[in-house]
């Protein structure tokens, strides 16, 4: 099984540019959700999502736009990126409460 | 809101020796709590999860952890380290949203060195 596929791995851009971060997960979860990972801070919750069309802010929502077309994918945008932007972001999912959350391999992104 | 603080933000341990991370949680409901651990360059994979029951949880690769309520602790052992241990280790507890998601918070994360 593929579990939750993060796209790209890596990814460098220059400050003001917009950029989509795709994950896509196989596993037919309602629940869908991306993470920042920052030095010191642990994971940080962005935006999630219960089901398709429905999404919702988490603890540091600025700077990210989320949708849910679909149950299969949840694409994070940077609208125009900061050098604040700069972290390595997972996306997981899970099956419902209490349930185990599955995380994709993340995406390592520099904003310069 | 829930929070999750994990004591040392590095732990060192010879091989064969003890594992013990801290975690402690503050919730103002009964909480369903998490270890993950994270290896270099890849994604979190759970170790183990408390959500009701018996409070000591045994999860993969030899870990266990104990729920203990009075002291909001959900510290993790092993009890003998192995070189492939080395690794971050999250606590995090889950927190419901207003739209019945259930949030991951995490601490900040130990890391886990083992010596020869």
């Known amino acids: 099984n593929a579990g939750v596929t993060q796209t790209p791995k890596f990814q460098v851009l220059k400050t003001g540019q917009s950029m989509t971060l795709q994950c896509a997960q196989d596993?037919?979860?309602?629940?869908m959700s991306w993470y920042r990972q920052d030095p010191g801070m642990g994971l940080r919750l962005i935006h999630y999502?219960?089901?398709?069309?429905?999404?919702d802010q988490g603890e540091v929502p600025n700077g990210y736009n989320v949708s849910r077309s679909t149950t299969e994918d949840f694409p994070l945008r940077l609208l125009s990126a900061a050098p604040s932007q700069t972290s390595v972001y997972f996306c997981?999912?899970?099956?419902?409460?209490?349930?185990?959350?599955?995380f994709g391999q993340g995406t390592r992104l520099t904003v310069v | 809101a829930q929070s999750v603080t994990q004591l040392g933000s590095h732990v060192s341990v010879s091989e064969g020796a003890l594992v013990l991370l801290r975690c402690n949680y503050s919730?103002?409901?009964?909480?369903?709590l998490f270890w993950y651990v994270q290896y270099p360059n890849q994604g979190l994979q759970l170790l183990l999860k408390?959500?009701?029951?018996?409070?000591l949880v045994k999860g993969i690769n030899g870990f266990e952890a104990e729920f203990k309520k009075s002291e909001t602790s959900f510290h993790l052992t092993k009890p003998s380290a192995h070189m492939s241990d080395a690794a971050e280790y999250f606590c995090?507890?889950?927190?419901?949203?207003?739209?019945?998601?259930?949030?991951?918070?995490f601490g900040t994360g130990t890391r886990l060195l083992v010596s020869p």
């Open positions: 997981a999912s899970s099956g419902g409460w209490s349930t185990e959350a599955f």
């Open positions: 596993m037919n979860h309602e629940y």
């Open positions: 995090a507890v889950s927190e419901v949203s207003r739209t019945g998601f259930q949030k991951l918070v």
């Open positions: 408390y959500t009701t029951g018996a409070t």
């Open positions: 919730s103002s409901v009964p909480p369903y």
């Open positions: 999502s219960v089901g398709a069309g429905i999404t």
